[in-house]
């Protein structure tokens, strides 16, 4: 069974970086898409972009340039940075494994609360 | 880019009924739609992709329809589960993956 788990800060300053890794368990890393999801508080879901095992991405464009995605295939980890962060990115972050045909996002991990805040 | 619209909005029914969400998209994105159910405090959870394919082990009361650029999700003798909140995507070639607005199923 592929898990997914999310690691980071959970406590932001206005203005830093976000930093996120996902560790994935149970299954290889290689071959797929690997996505990540936010959820601001009380609100819907937002596609933050995804990459491929392989280093290609594709981002939303309202956050492409303060996004970046990154894999490591040895660690079976994938991350996020998001640079000049500010209170609108509160959210929870998730990552996502992707179906390469469909597009479905299939395994994701639990969640992971980052506040931005002084 | 591709924009999603999903109504209702939120929508009340009691168990044993049928409902339908339905999902439109700005341009056609063929049939490339996916359906997650969400529930408070956990991830999201893929019932359809595809526009009309069950994902494994999701019950077969759930079901997709549509391709282009209207899509419907139909939930059949709804059951004390099913309450919780769905969401449309899209994913259709390199366009932003974007979800609708989402959908908040409540009992009557």
């Known amino acids: 069974q592929v898990q997914l788990q999310e690691s980071g800060p959970g406590l932001v300053k206005p203005s830093e970086t976000l930093s996120l890794t996902c560790t994935v368990s149970?299954?290889?890393?290689?071959?797929?898409?690997w996505s990540w999801i936010r959820q601001p508080p009380g609100r819907g879901l937002e596609w933050i972009g995804y990459?491929?095992?392989?280093?290609?991405?594709n981002y939303n464009p309202s956050l492409k340039s303060r996004v970046t995605m990154s894999v490591d295939t040895s660690k079976n980890q994938f991350s996020l940075k998001l640079s000049s962060v500010t209170a609108a990115d509160t959210a929870v972050y998730y990552c996502v494994r992707r179906w390469s045909a469909a597009g479905q996002l299939d395994y994701w991990g639990q969640g992971t609360l980052v506040t931005v805040s002084s | 880019d591709i924009q999603m619209t999903q109504s209702p909005s939120s929508l009340s029914a009691s168990v044993g009924d049928t409902v339908t969400i339905t999902c439109r998209a700005s341009?056609?994105?063929?049939?490339?739609l996916n359906w997650y159910q969400q529930k408070p405090g956990k991830a999201p959870k893929i019932l359809i992709y595809a526009a009309s394919s069950l994902e494994s082990g999701v019950p077969s009361r759930f079901s997709g329809s549509g391709a282009g650029t209207d899509f419907t999700l139909t939930i059949s003798s709804l059951q004390p589960e099913d309450f919780a909140t769905y969401y449309c995507q899209q994913t259709y070639s390199t366009f932003p993956e974007v979800f609708g607005q989402g959908t908040r199923l409540e009992i009557k």
């Open positions: 990459i491929f095992y392989s280093g290609d991405t």
């Open positions: 341009q056609s994105i063929s049939s490339s």
């Open positions: 149970g299954g290889s890393i290689s071959g797929y898409y």
